[in-house]
Antibody
Framework: QVQLQESGPRLVKPSQTLSLTCTVS??????????WNWIRQHPGKGLEWIGY???????HYNPSLKSRLTLSVDTSKNQFSLNLSSVTAADTAVYYC???????????????WGQGTLVTVSS | DIQMTQSPSSLSASVGDRVTITCRAS??????LAWFQQKPGKAPKSLIY???RLQSGVPSKFSGSGSGTDFTLIISNLQPEDFATYYC?????????FGQGTKLEIK
């Protein structure tokens, strides 16, 4: 059973960088069949896709966050990470990591999600 | 970006009822549409992909249909554990986008 687990600081000061790591267990992050995503949810609001990284390092970012966002992958640790710079209170949200499976005929869809971690931006 | 619009935004129903949630895309997305269930304080759970295909382990009381721009999620024989918020999501193109959610409440 694949499991994803987010980790990182829960409190970040404004203007600093928000850093989170997602650890994947029960499967290899290096499998070519998957894309590794970050998604966030502002308190009481809907879901916003942040971006994905492929095991090779290829990335695709949401244009709304692209200027502040860096995703990276460490295949030796079966982890991928998010760095979001110059944060403000508007970046306060629950951050989820999720696996996107490349299924061919049925397209690339999310199947497994981490439990999520609330990150608060405040001084 | 493709905009996803769900209706209704909230819905009250009773145990045993059958409910329908609709999702409309601002442009055609073929059948690249997924549905998720989210309970308070929990991560979204994947229910359906490719508009109508159930994720492994999801009961057949959930069904999806549609193609192009209009999609529906039907939940039959509602049970207490089904009361949650449901989201649709398109994966035809990037950025991936979600509907605003439909909160299903017990009447």
């Amino acid at each position: 059973q694949v499991q994803l687990q987010e980790s990182g600081p829960r409190l970040v000061k404004p203007s600093q960088t928000l850093s989170l790591t997602c650890t994947v267990s029960g499967g290899s992050i290096s499998s070519g069949a998957y894309y590794w995503n970050w998604i966030r949810q502002h308190p009481g609001k809907g879901l916003e896709w942040i971006g994905y990284i492929y095991y090779s390092g290829t990335t695709h970012y949401n244009p709304s966050l692209k200027s502040r966002l860096t995703l990276s992958v460490d295949t030796s640790k079966n982890q991928f990470s998010l760095n979001l710079s110059s944060v403000t209170a508007a970046d306060t949200a629950v951050y989820y990591c999720a696996r996107e499976i490349s299924s061919g005929w049925y397209g690339n869809y999310f199947d497994y999600w981490g439990q999520g971690t609330l990150v608060t931006v405040s001084s | 970006d493709i905009q996803m619009t769900q209706s209704p935004s909230s819905l009250s129903a009773s145990v045993g009822d059958r409910v329908t949630i609709t999702c409309r895309a601002s442009q055609g997305i073929s059948n690249y549409l997924a549905w998720f269930q989210q309970k308070p304080g929990k991560a979204p759970k994947s229910l359906i992909y490719a508009a109508s295909r159930l994720q492994s382990g999801v009961p057949s009381k959930f069904s999806g249909s549609g193609s192009g721009t209009d999609f529906t999620l039907i939940i039959s024989n509602l049970q207490p554990e089904d009361f949650a918020t449901y989201y649709c999501q398109q994966y035809n193109s990037y950025p991936r986008t979600f509907g605003q959610g439909t909160k299903l409440e017990i009447k």
